[in-house]
């Protein structure tokens, strides 16, 4: 007798930014090819999804959805912090005949890979060794400033997600004082994000180019990291010097707050595409520049992620760990 065909299990994978969204199909654990989008073409995450999903989205064929997105996720729901896209777990649920919807903030996606990172998908900047056990944590540079930890708990693990990259920005210099004393008269509070992130990179370059009383361009996040690296535009290079610079002082910073001995993993769409620029800063100096805590920061190891649709990984595992793959 012929074995009865399996029934076909299809999930629902989804990695929501400020910018772009990527959609997935795991369909009996094989995952379809990542589908991007940007956030700028769709007015709501329904319509983005709608036009993804296609004729499914009609033919109740897909059981379940796990999505990951940038904001913070409270009762089900998320408003995303960088664009004006609302996620609601409920409505999805109703509105395309999924059995189960879990949504989870972007970087918790992020934490809950790091273990099961590949050493090929990730650059080290310093430090030793990975201490066993110990936390994990991501930070990551992009349309905002994601961080989350995660800590290791038998055979699973424990992750909290955060809102870190809102807290305040300290300067480590009298210049990098000046620049968030002329962003407060802007913005009022001067968060990490706000220098951070894309956005952020671009209030660097311009308030740089302000206190330098030279004119420049207006330039966009992209074009200033093209810049910078090419060694065209001596502000673009500044800023993204300093960029890096204040990122070594608050991963630095992260990585205290949470004893990431484990190690510290940098994420996000900004510096994946400048990799040796990163490693030749002073990233790993500020990371360790801390006084008597020099010696605690020396060890840990730092890396950047190489691999894109690194929230995958983790949405993957979700599917596995809840038995829905």
Same mark, same amino acid.
């Given at each position: 007798?012929?074995?009865?065909?399996?029934?076909?299990?299809? %999930?629902?994978?989804?990695?929501?930014?400020?910018?772009?969204?990527?959609?997935?199909?795991?369909?009996?654990?094989?995952?379809?090819?990542?589908? *991007?989008?940007?956030?700028?073409?769709?007015?709501?995450?329904?319509?983005?999804?709608?036009?993804? $999903?296609?004729?499914?989205?009609?033919?109740?064929?897909?059981? *379940?959805?796990?999505?990951? %997105?940038?904001?913070?996720?409270?009762?089900?729901?998320?408003?995303?912090?960088?664009?004006?896209?609302?996620?609601?777990?409920?409505?999805?649920?109703?509105? #395309?005949?999924?059995?189960?919807?879990?949504?989870?903030?972007?970087?918790?996606?992020?934490?809950?890979?790091?273990?099961?990172? $590949?050493? =090929?998908?990730?650059?080290?900047? =310093?430090?030793?060794?990975?201490?066993?056990?110990?936390?994990?944590?991501?930070?990551? @540079?992009?349309?905002?400033?994601?961080?989350?930890?995660?800590? @290791?708990?038998?055979?699973?693990?424990?992750?909290?997600?955060?809102? =870190?990259?809102?807290?305040?920005?300290?300067?480590?210099?009298?210049?990098?004082?000046?620049?968030?004393?002329?962003?407060?008269?802007?913005?009022? *509070?001067?968060?990490?994000?706000?220098?951070?992130?894309?956005?952020?990179?671009?209030?660097?370059?311009?308030?740089?180019?302000?206190?330098?009383?030279?004119?420049? @361009?207006?330039?966009?996040?992209?074009?200033?990291?093209? !810049?910078?690296?090419?060694?065209?535009?001596?502000?673009?290079?500044?800023?993204?010097?300093?960029?890096?610079?204040?990122?070594?002082?608050? !991963? =630095?910073?992260?990585?205290?707050?949470?004893? %990431?001995?484990?190690?510290?993993?940098?994420?996000?769409?900004?510096?994946?595409?400048?990799?040796? #620029?990163?490693?030749?800063?002073?990233?790993?100096?500020?990371?360790?520049?801390?006084?008597?805590?020099? !010696?605690?920061?020396?060890?840990?190891?730092?890396?950047?992620?190489?691999?894109?649709?690194?929230?995958? !990984?983790?949405?993957?595992?979700?599917?596995?760990?809840?038995?829905?793959?």
């Amino acid at each position: 007798m012929m074995k009865p065909t399996p029934p076909t299990r299809t %999930a629902l994978l989804a990695d929501i930014g400020g910018t772009n969204a990527r959609f997935a199909l795991l369909t009996n654990g094989k995952l379809s090819t990542i589908a *991007h989008t940007a956030v700028s073409d769709h007015g709501t995450f329904s319509e983005a999804l709608t036009a993804y $999903l296609g004729e499914a989205a009609k033919a109740g064929t897909i059981q *379940h959805a796990i999505l990951a %997105a940038s904001g913070a996720v409270q009762n089900g729901r998320c408003a995303l912090t960088n664009n004006p896209w609302v996620i609601d777990a409920e409505e999805l649920r109703r509105a #395309y005949g999924f059995s189960s919807v879990r949504l989870i903030n972007d970087f918790e996606a992020v934490a809950l890979a790091l273990p099961r990172l $590949l050493p =090929g998908s990730l650059l080290q900047l =310093g430090g030793r060794e990975r201490v066993a056990g110990a936390p994990l944590a991501a930070i990551g @540079p992009g349309t905002g400033l994601g961080m989350a930890v995660t800590i @290791p708990h038998g055979d699973s693990q424990i992750v909290l997600s955060s809102e =870190g990259g809102h807290s305040t920005m300290a300067g480590g210099s009298l210049r990098e004082d000046a620049v968030i004393a002329h962003l407060r008269q802007r913005f009022g *509070h001067v968060s990490s994000e706000r220098l951070l992130s894309g956005a952020g990179l671009e209030n660097l370059h311009d308030t740089l180019a302000f206190l330098d009383g030279v004119t420049v @361009p207006k330039r966009r996040s992209a074009e200033i990291t093209r !810049t910078a690296i090419e060694g065209t535009c001596p502000i673009s290079r500044a800023a993204v010097d300093m960029f890096c610079a204040m990122l070594g002082s608050v !991963t =630095g910073n992260f990585a205290l707050a949470v004893g %990431a001995k484990g190690g510290m993993f940098i994420g996000g769409g900004i510096l994946r595409h400048m990799p040796d #620029y990163l490693a030749a800063s002073q990233f790993r100096m500020r990371f360790e520049e801390k006084g008597r805590l020099k !010696t605690f920061l020396a060890p840990i190891p730092a890396y950047l992620i190489l691999d894109d649709d690194v929230a995958f !990984t983790a949405l993957r595992a979700l599917m596995e760990v809840e038995g829905l793959d």
